[in-house]
């Protein structure tokens, strides 16, 4: 069955470093989106992209979409305390909705 | 606008019991629904999505079962809980499949 798989798994920063999560997939992907989950929280959507080599831009989160559509990346610059949480890249396919294993980023001040 | 409720936000089952979460949406028709399980520092696994009434879909066989009884209500149930159905349980809804999906606040589950 399909997988979507993130790296790394887990990442510790100081506050002002730059963070990346990856996000591949065994399939082509119609759009990929993304979310954020705080500590003890529900997922919150972020983004969906939709076109090959798509790139966005949200302050200081960089969305990008790979040229195959089988892979996906979140760049956070200079990150904050406030980043603190699970990043999760998500399938939204044809009816189901299918997460990435997600990334969990500390941030120590 | 839009609102969906999830509970309870905790429970405590003792291995063995029935259980019965429940989902509604508020403000849309006939939106996707999802029931999603975390383990603690774990990711989301989906365990059922539904498209319309009655119309229920399994990613996972389990002793968990899933029903829609009505468009804006999905229900998650089990007979029989065992030790490793603890987890947080996630409700979510969209309005299709490639759109955003909203989560309610989630049913943290302990069987003990």
């Known amino acids: 069955g399909q997988q979507v798989m993130q790296i790394p798994q887990y990442q510790h920063v100081q506050e002002g470093e730059d963070f990346t999560t990856y996000c591949n997939s065994s399939?082509?992907?119609?759009?990929i989106q993304w979310y954020k989950q705080r500590p003890g929280g529900h997922p919150v959507f972020l983004i969906q992209l939709v076109k090959s080599g798509e790139v966005k831009k949200q302050k200081r989160l960089t969305f990008q979409f790979g040229e195959a559509k089988k892979n996906s990346s979140l760049h956070i610059t200079a990150t904050q305390t406030t980043d603190v949480g699970t990043y999760f890249c998500?399938?939204?396919?044809?009816?189901?909705?299918?997460f990435g294993t997600g990334t969990r980023l500390l941030v120590s001040p | 606008s839009q609102t969906i409720h999830q509970w309870p936000a905790t429970l405590v089952q003792p291995v063995g019991s029935p259980l019965s979460l429940e989902c509604t949406v508020e403000g849309t028709s006939n939106p996707n629904l999802y029931w999603y399980r975390q383990a603690a520092g774990r990711g989301l696994q989906l365990l059922f999505y539904s498209v319309g009434i009655g119309q229920i879909s399994s990613e996972v066989p389990q002793n968990l079962s899933a029903s829609r009884p009505q468009d804006r209500q999905f229900i998650l149930s089990s007979k029989k809980l065992l030790l490793s159905d603890s987890g947080f349980y996630l409700c979510?809804?969209?309005?299709?499949?490639?759109?955003?999906?909203?989560f309610g606040q989630g049913t943290r589950l302990t069987v003990v």
């Open positions: 399939t082509t992907l119609s759009n």
């Open positions: 998500a399938d939204p396919g044809f009816q189901k909705l299918v």
């Open positions: 979510a809804w969209s309005v299709h499949g490639n759109t955003e999906a909203f």
